[in-house]
């Protein structure tokens, strides 16, 4: 149980464009999910808490205009990078929170060309 | 903001040797999480620990909650190939959020 899946698992776009991510728990209901993104040989910074029907909480420097978070059901969590630049190449990864344990996704490699 | 640092930051052994890493907070944390990261895929939780001074077994995996609260401790004994990838601690906080500030990772290479 507690598997959560990503979508894409990787994309590759032109600057300028938007990226859609979809983050999902298969087999639970999550109220609250979590993105993060991670650049090589680095570790995962957290960049914003999604929460089911309300506003996606960001960090301190995240942008929430360049990455919009929508949360509609209690199974989706998904994540736009609009107008992407190769700076926001990246690992992306979500989790979902299941009682008070996070559950991972398995990444989205995103490449802006 | 809160930082964890990781000790060693990569390691590269033999098969069969055993494997210690540790990680540092300056603040006091009541939960201490360890996760391994497989390459290209999302990080997978190895050991929590909830009390100071706990001493916690996974198979070959053996974590330990610092009796100061700042830091934790992981051992891999007789380590195996398949024990490679980025190994990370992590501590819940933001109260009820329960959000993760991860470790800088240690990096485990496993020679056959």
């Known amino acids: 149980g507690a598997v959560v899946s990503q979508h894409p698992s990787w994309v590759i776009c032109k600057s300028g464009t938007s990226v859609k991510i979809e983050c999902r728990s298969l087999d639970f209901q999550a109220t609250t999910m979590f993105w993060y993104r991670q650049f090589p040989k680095q570790s995962l910074m957290l960049m914003a808490t999604s929460n089911e029907g309300s506003k996606a909480t960001y960090e301190q420097g995240v942008e929430k205009d360049k990455f919009l978070i929508n949360h509609a059901s209690l199974t989706l969590s998904t994540l736009t990078v609009t107008s992407a630049h190769p700076e926001d190449s990246s690992f992306y990864i979500c989790s979902a929170r299941q009682f008070y344990e996070q559950y991972f996704g398995p990444g989205t490699r995103l490449t802006v060309t | 903001g809160q930082q964890l640092n990781q000790s060693p930051q990569s390691m590269f052994i033999q098969e069969g040797e055993d494997v210690s890493m540790n990680c540092t907070s300056s603040?006091?944390?009541?939960?201490w999480l360890w996760y391994k990261q497989d390459p290209g895929e999302g990080p997978v939780l190895l050991i929590a620990?909830?009390?100071?001074?706990e001493l916690t077994s996974n198979g070959r995996l053996t974590a330990q909650f610092g009796i100061t609260r700042k830091d934790s401790f992981l051992n891999i004994s007789a380590s195996i190939p398949s024990d490679v990838g980025i190994y990370f601690c992590a501590v819940p906080w933001g109260g009820a959020t329960n959000k993760l500030i991860f470790g800088t990772g240690t990096l485990l290479a496993v020679q056959p």
């Open positions: 603040s006091i944390f009541n939960t």
């Open positions: 620990l909830y009390k100071a001074g």
